[in-house]
């Protein structure tokens, strides 16, 4: 049995800081790519940053240079440190992980979700 947990998020004031981690365990082959979306009532749910086994990252225009994606490849963890919030980066949260729980199959797996809340 394989499992996503998220952790982190919360209210923080406009400028604060936040940390939003992702841990896959279970019956793992490998892993691929890990990242998070962020949702947005009304709204199409965003790519907001991934980063690839071998450390490549990718941001959302929106986060670059306040936001910074790492990951544990020992711990299959992924980390979402965010800085220089603003309101406008409130929204849900969501970690996916691509992975292989078996040679020759891949799987997405996504997170339950985590509300981040930057207010004044």
């Known amino acids: 049995q394989v499992q996503l947990v998220e952790s982190g998020g919360g209210l923080v004031q406009p400028g604060g800081s936040l940390r939003l981690s992702c841990t896959v365990s279970g019956s793992i082959f490998s892993m691929n790519a890990m990242g998070w979306y962020r949702q947005i009532p009304g709204k199409e749910r965003q790519l907001v940053a991934r980063i690839t086994t071998d450390g490549t990252t990718t941001y959302a225009d929106s986060v670059k240079g306040r936001f910074t994606v790492s990951r544990d490849n020992a711990k299959n963890t992924g980390y979402l440190e965010m800085n220089s919030l603003k309101i406008e980066d409130t929204a849900v949260y969501l970690c996916?992980?691509?992975?292989?729980?078996?040679?020759?199959?891949?799987?997405?797996?996504w997170g339950q979700g985590t509300q981040v809340t930057v207010s004044s």
């Open positions: 996916y992980a691509d992975f292989s729980p078996r040679i020759g199959s891949w799987r997405t797996m």
